[in-house]
């Protein structure tokens, strides 16, 4: 294995474990790295070949025997250091000193992570062997294609295999190395196919040919002219090796001996001597050739690699920003933390009832609502007005049957003026409350918006404040209910100041003789003999104190509704929440995060710690 030349010595290396160090880092579960992944169908000779790079025993059998992505990291050491291993998967990692128990340990982890039997994972599987044997390269070993689901196998098994080998191979940053046998079509290969479909030109795609031993007689020229790229041309090429074939390893052929037979094979072949001598035969010159890929794809990668890393960074920053930093762990400062996140939120919640910017960040305003339903109230009082107008002139007849007493044309019988106006406006109580209770319940809302905008990530906190506010709603609502209707108690006092009754009557008689003179055939009409002089007056004095009594509704309600859903609600919002703190036993309680918001801000502060460490990495390089 030892055909690197000296120059590559000093690049080699730290360029590949530039990128296991990326990848140790789990960097590439942010970012595509560079990798190269061996893909081939089943029976392809695909683990013969790794088995051959390595120097260790992979799994092997019928079926499918890769069930998990297996990343084959190779080091090559001194002559005269001893063999390393070192197995990790999720959680566990075990290091191995004898490369006899390499493929008990994978199979055990494939078990672990795919279930026994024969179903596969997405899971990767790290396998890392260091020895002087070995070439400097680590390669994605993924299961093989199969096409028939065998006993114990779900129907899909080739879709799944499809789809993990697609998910590695259509990153731009992946080097697809395509196994397939001699002695089988090339054109018909499943797995070329599939490189091809995500690699059109074949910049990305290395093709190695297996089993040369079992090429029909006649078709040896067909594979040299693959070989020499004559036949599906691949930017990088062809290589081709011959490894331990089962009567091999049956009679224990150790793989040293093994690459001695592999070289006189190819030496003595008729056919395939040429290509050994152009340096496209043998494992060896497989691992070199396979190495300098490798550099060379990671140098061409790492501009890109550099830049990537920096935006995932600044991006990971915003996202923390957004998320916090969370509890402290201190109890002193856990104490600290709670009361600033609650003074912040009692005093947004009085900022927002006075219509100031708040901290919290959220664009809140109630007073557009407030504004929009206070001008549905008026709405509706002038409105009712018009409905009061319209029927006395509808009922003109009627009235004057129903409240004409013996008074002369011209007087007003006070108590029919009372009793048509306290009609009125007793229709206007039930809308107030309705009024008071929408109102109430979009300033609920707006101050939930606020507890769960202050209090993300902190469900009891978050709890606890909503509980206060629906409480506060219903008590304040209660209140304001009670002023609403003593309101409309105290306006069934027919009462207004002389001089403002008697400025609305005037403007009322100037708008009348302006109609009259206007339409002498109008609505005035109506009242233009004696009989109807007293409806006529009295219909003045009603639309006179109904101006000023729904003047006075114009304004009083909405500011017994903004006094006590708004104004006190802040207020009492803001004590309770304050009382609230004062026990310190409900703390923990109280700082308890959300189970999601804090995995996911820890699992963006790893996300930012290993891309600093990446970042470092690439600095130093």
């Known amino acids: ?5 000296q120059q590559y010595e000093e690049k080699v290396r730290p360029c590949i474990d530039l990128i296991d160090s990326l990848r140790s880092l789990g960097v590439e579960r942010d ?61 566990h990692e075990e290091e191995m000193d004898d490369p006899a128990v390499v493929e008990k340990k994978i199979r055990e982890a494939q078990d672990e992570m795919a279930g026994v039997g024969v179903g596969i994972s997405d899971d990767l599987i790290s396998l890392e062997i260091a020895s002087p044997d070995v070439p400097d390269l680590t390669l994605i070993d993924l299961p093989g294609i199969a096409r028939v689901a065998v006993k114990g196998q779900p129907e899909n098994i080739g879709d799944q295999i499809k789809r993990l080998i697609q998910k590695f191979i259509t990153k731009q940053e992946t080097i697809s190395l395509v196994v397939v ?4 079509d090339i054109a018909t290969t499943e797995a070329l196919k599939m490189a091809q479909g995500v690699d059109a030109d074949g910049e990305r795609t290395l093709g190695i040919l297996t089993k040369p031993d079992l090429v029909d007689k006649g078709t040896e020229e067909t594979v040299v002219e693959i070989v020499h790229n004559e036949v599906i041309h691949l930017k990088k090429g062809y290589m081709i090796v011959k490894c331990r074939g089962q009567k091999e390893i049956t009679e224990k052929v150790s793989l040293t001996e093994a690459i001695e037979r592999e070289k006189d094979f190819f030496n003595s072949h008729v056919h395939f001597q040429t290509l050994h001598d ?47 930093t969370g509890p402290p762990t201190d109890a002193a400062e856990r104490l600290i933390f709670l009361i600033d996140k609650v003074t912040a939120f009692t005093q947004d919640a009085i900022s927002l009832t006075v219509g100031e910017e708040l901290k919290c960040g959220e664009k809140l305003n109630i007073f557009s609502t407030l504004r929009r339903e206070f001008g549905k109230w008026i709405q509706h009082l002038d409105c009712s007005g018009e409905h009061f107008n319209s029927v006395i002139e509808r009922e003109v007849e009627q009235y004057e049957e129903k409240y004409r007493g013996r008074e002369l044309p011209g007087f007003i019988n006070y108590k029919t003026f009372e009793t048509m106006v306290k009609e009125q406006i007793k229709k206007l109580e039930e809308p107030a409350v309705k009024k008071l209770k929408d109102i109430g319940d979009a300033v ?18 978050m709890k606890t404040a909503k509980t206060k506010i629906e409480a506060i709603k219903q008590e304040k609502e209660c209140t304001a209910e009670s002023m609403l209707r003593n309101q409309f108690k105290m306006e069934m006092i027919v009462y207004s100041q002389d001089r403002t009754y008697s400025s609305s009557l005037d403007d009322k008689k100037k708008e009348e003789r302006e109609e009259e003179e206007e339409d002498d055939y109008g609505r005035s009409v109506v009242y233009s003999t004696d009989n109807h002089a007293t409806l006529k007056e009295l219909m003045l004095h009603l639309q006179s104190y109904y101006q000023i009594a729904s003047q006075r509704l114009a304004d009083q309600i909405p500011l ?29 309680v109280l700082l308890k995060e959300d189970f999601d918001i804090g995995s996911q ?21």
């Open 1 to 5: 294995m030892n055909t690197l030349n």
């Open 31 to 91: 970012l595509a790295l560079p990798a190269i992944a061996v893909i081939g169908d089943q029976s392809s000779g695909k683990s013969s070949v790794l088995e051959a790079l390595s120097g260790v025993a992979l799994p092997r059998g019928s079926g499918i025997v890769t069930r998990c992505p297996l990343e084959l990291k190779m080091k090559r050491k001194k002559e005269g250091e001893e063999w390393y291993g070192k197995i990790s998967y999720q959680d």
């Open 181 to 184: 046998p001699c002695n089988v």
């Open 278 to 324: 152009e340096g496209y035969a043998t494992v060896p010159k497989l691992a070199e050739k396979l190495t300098l890929e490798l550099v060379h794809h990671i140098e061409k990668s790492l501009p890109r690699l550099e830049e990537q890393i920096e935006e995932k960074l600044a991006q990971t920053q915003l996202d923390l920003e957004r998320y916090g």
């Open 444 to 461: 609920r809302k707006v101050f939930i918006q606020l507890a769960l905008s202050s209090f993300a990530g902190l469900p009891n906190l």
């Open 560 to 588: 017994v509704i903004r006094y006590q859903m708004l104004q006190e609600s802040a207020i009492q919002l803001q004590r309770e929440m304050l009382q609230m703190i004062q026990d310190k036993d409900n703390l923990d």
């Open 601 to 621: 801000r820890a699992a963006l502060q790893s996300r930012h710690k290993r891309l600093m460490k990446a970042r470092a990495y690439l600095v130093e390089f």
